[in-house]
């Protein structure tokens, strides 16, 4: 994953090393999840990152951009979990129910919050249309590829093409983002069985057949943050 700026970095200094730019990503993250981001201040991110504010300045330039990449690399992370999920051994079915598990279970509040942001400032950010593009893609990618291997083996029966039914399924886990954000973050774990359920009952009918629980121990549920 590049965690570059899109810009670079100016002249004159050099730009922060990658290992370092992810504790400050991660910093915005938190941030985030306590408020809105646009009432996040770079001087907020530099005192949770333990940086200097002009060494943010130089490397993102602006606020907006900081926020966008950190936004960008959370979800690029979570993408790339799916991904992993998708290319992993198993059945096509087997693989559907561990990415049914994915979405439903791990890190829902953090993911949510994060993904209904940057939608929101989507509307008049070229910026973070941009990133809301390239995450939604590359979740469409993984799940019509997911479906083409399930179709091309018989495991899965459908009643339209591959790339509608993975948008389809994409819409669905974007309407349990929002359930997650209307339950509130109290209720972000209990509930997770609720939007699993809900959820395999969506690739129930576009896949054909049952996606019972895989079980995943808690551990690999949640192998990042």
């Given at each position: 994953?590049n965690?570059?700026t899109?810009g670079?970095?100016?002249?004159?200094?050099?730009?922060?090393?990658?290992?370092d730019?992810?504790p400050?990503?991660e910093a915005?993250?938190?941030?985030a999840?306590?408020?809105n981001?646009?009432?996040?201040t770079?001087?907020?991110?530099?005192?949770e990152?333990?940086v200097?504010?002009?060494r943010?300045?130089?490397?993102?330039g602006t606020?907006d951009?900081l926020?966008?990449t950190?936004?960008e690399?959370h979800l690029?992370?979570?993408?790339?979990r799916?991904?992993?999920?998708?290319?992993?051994?198993?059945?096509?079915?087997e693989?559907?129910?561990?990415?049914i598990?994915?979405i439903a279970?791990?890190?829902a509040w953090r993911?949510s919050?994060?993904?209904?942001?940057?939608?929101?400032?989507a509307?008049?950010?070229?910026?973070?249309?941009?990133?809301v593009e390239?995450?939604?893609d590359a979740?469409?990618?993984v799940?019509?590829?997911l479906i083409a291997?399930?179709?091309?083996?018989?495991?899965f029966?459908?009643?339209?093409?591959?790339e509608m039914?993975?948008?389809?399924?994409?819409?669905?886990?974007?309407?349990?983002?929002?359930m997650?954000?209307?339950?509130g973050e109290?209720?972000?774990e209990?509930?997770?069985?609720?939007?699993?359920?809900?959820?395999?009952?969506?690739?129930?009918?576009a896949?054909?057949?049952?996606f019972?629980?895989?079980?995943l121990?808690?551990?690999d549920?949640?192998?990042?943050v």
């Amino acid at each position: 994953m590049n965690l570059m700026t899109k810009g670079g970095t100016k002249r004159g200094r050099p730009p922060i090393d990658p290992d370092d730019l992810v504790p400050i990503l991660e910093a915005v993250l938190r941030l985030a999840t306590t408020k809105n981001s646009q009432l996040i201040t770079v001087r907020e991110i530099a005192q949770e990152a333990d940086v200097s504010v002009g060494r943010l300045q130089h490397h993102f330039g602006t606020r907006d951009e900081l926020i966008g990449t950190a936004f960008e690399h959370h979800l690029l992370k979570v993408t790339d979990r799916l991904q992993n999920l998708r290319d992993a051994p198993g059945s096509a079915r087997e693989r559907m129910s561990r990415m049914i598990d994915e979405i439903a279970f791990n890190r829902a509040w953090r993911r949510s919050t994060i993904w209904i942001d940057l939608i929101a400032h989507a509307v008049s950010s070229d910026r973070y249309r941009a990133a809301v593009e390239r995450i939604n893609d590359a979740w469409n990618r993984v799940f019509t590829e997911l479906i083409a291997d399930g179709e091309a083996v018989g495991e899965f029966r459908l009643s339209a093409t591959a790339e509608m039914t993975a948008a389809h399924l994409v819409a669905v886990s974007d309407g349990l983002t929002v359930m997650v954000i209307t339950d509130g973050e109290g209720q972000a774990e209990s509930r997770g069985q609720a939007r699993r359920d809900m959820l395999a009952a969506a690739v129930s009918a576009a896949l054909g057949g049952e996606f019972p629980t895989s079980h995943l121990p808690r551990d690999d549920r949640t192998p990042f943050v």
